[in-house]
């Protein structure tokens, strides 16, 4: 029989009020929410290494079963292991944990799995979202699966290949001249009481993007890694992966939690700041090539902020250059389709390792949140300042 949810529904962050299942914000005071579950439910590593991979392996830690969701079976992404990254960041290990491999490209398909689910059950005709280009493309696709509308909110500079996939899957794509936080303004302006909102805030998205650390902790065998290097938008991610590590440690699955490092690019680094500063100020002039990290009032910036000072972890910001550089060379070095999303975290930890900050010992994954191939534009002009 497959694994059952053991989940026990969701609560606020700040007032500690219970709020119906499928809610994207508190009702009482607008804060975020967090699902809770029962973690006596959750077996141990020798029943889990018995299960499929993928998220569901961790069933009793997800809102939903998975006969249940709206799925193309997100997830079961290998972490690669990397040995000339390894050498060169003097670690023991560097495992790439290549969300690219999910089935739009990007690791939003697995929140976005979860959240359309929860719109469906619902009874909701259509999901909604301003999104920087990935996650209104796993909308797009989730919801034409669930039979749901979707209307995606995407700043002009975003990829063609998300402005061409959303319209693919048959999803409504409004296109807002300027930068994410004129897509947020003209969602605000522009959204329909019928619509379900499935934009960052919504707990179903952090849920789903929990499988990313239950599937790290299983290729360890239930072990957790010395480091993980997170790329960072809105700090859904981190929170996630912090939550999971968090859970699998309290119900005896895994003994230790993982250093937890935010990456984010040196033009739009709030999270990265509010590691240090302790609250998240937004950024007032965001400029990085990386568009789907650009994110000057991340939703979750502070839970993120506080994820990382919570586990001994730390923020880093790169520049853009070192970035593309860092996607570049990986992708020479280790064959891997690593986007320039995930170029901001190869680069972060080679910064950490020249800081001094892993041991030899260490076991250190970083996370590519998208596929190399929906970057390639920048990637690929990137070389032109190589004269290639
Ligand atoms: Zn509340």
Not at 30 to 42: F, H, K, T, W
Not at 182 to 204: H, M, N, Q
Request: glycine share 12%.
């Amino acid at each position: 029989m497959d694994a059952t949810t053991a989940f026990r529904g969701l609560e606020c962050l700040d007032c500690g009020a219970t709020a119906p299942d499928g809610s994207y914000r508190c009702p009482d005071c607008g804060g975020l929410l967090r699902a809770s579950y029962d973690l006596d439910a959750v077996p141990g590593a020798d029943a889990l290494d018995g299960r499929d991979p993928g998220p569901y392996r961790v069933a009793e830690l997800l809102p939903f079963s998975r006969d249940h969701a709206v799925t193309m079976d997100e997830g079961a992404t290998p972490a690669t292991a990397c040995p000339t990254l390894a050498d060169e960041f003097g670690v023991d290990e560097l495992l790439v944990k290549d969300e690219g491999r999910n089935p739009t490209g990007a690791a939003t398909d697995r929140g976005l799995s979860l959240a359309v689910t929860a719109a469906r059950d619902g009874d909701a005709a259509a999901v909604a979202l301003p999104t920087t280009g990935n996650g209104g493309q796993s909308a797009a696709a989730h919801a034409g699966r669930a039979g749901l509308d979707s209307h995606s909110f995407v700043p002009s500079r975003c990829p063609f290949v998300n402005k061409a996939m959303i319209n693919v899957h048959g999803g409504d794509m409004n296109v807002v001249e300027g930068r994410y936080p004129d897509a947020v303004e003209a969602y605000e302006g522009g959204r329909e009481d019928e619509w379900t909102p499935v934009g960052p805030a919504s707990p179903y998205r952090r849920e789903g993007l929990k499988g990313i650390y239950f599937e790290v902790a299983a290729t360890l065998s239930w072990s957790a890694p010395d480091a993980l290097v997170v790329p960072t938008g809105h700090g859904t991610a981190l929170a996630a992966i912090h939550a999971a590590a968090t859970q699998l440690a309290d119900a005896g699955v895994v003994d230790e939690t993982p250093r937890l490092y935010a990456a984010q690019p040196t033009g739009c680094a709030p999270v990265v700041d509010a590691v240090a500063d302790g609250k998240v100020s937004p950024e007032e002039q965001p400029d990085s090539i990386v568009g789907s990290l650009e994110v000057p009032d991340p939703v979750l910036g502070d839970r993120a902020a506080a994820a990382v000072r919570e586990s001994d972890g730390e923020g880093v910001a790169v520049d853009d250059d070192d970035a593309l550089a860092a996607a570049v060379d990986a992708a020479g070095d280790t064959g891997l389709e690593i986007s320039a999303t995930g170029g901001v975290g190869v680069a972060a930890a080679r910064e950490l390792a020249d800081l001094g900050a892993f041991d030899g010992d260490d076991a250190v994954v970083v996370v590519n949140p998208v596929a190399g191939g929906k970057e390639n534009d920048v990637l690929r002009s990137h070389l032109m300042s190589r004269g290639v």
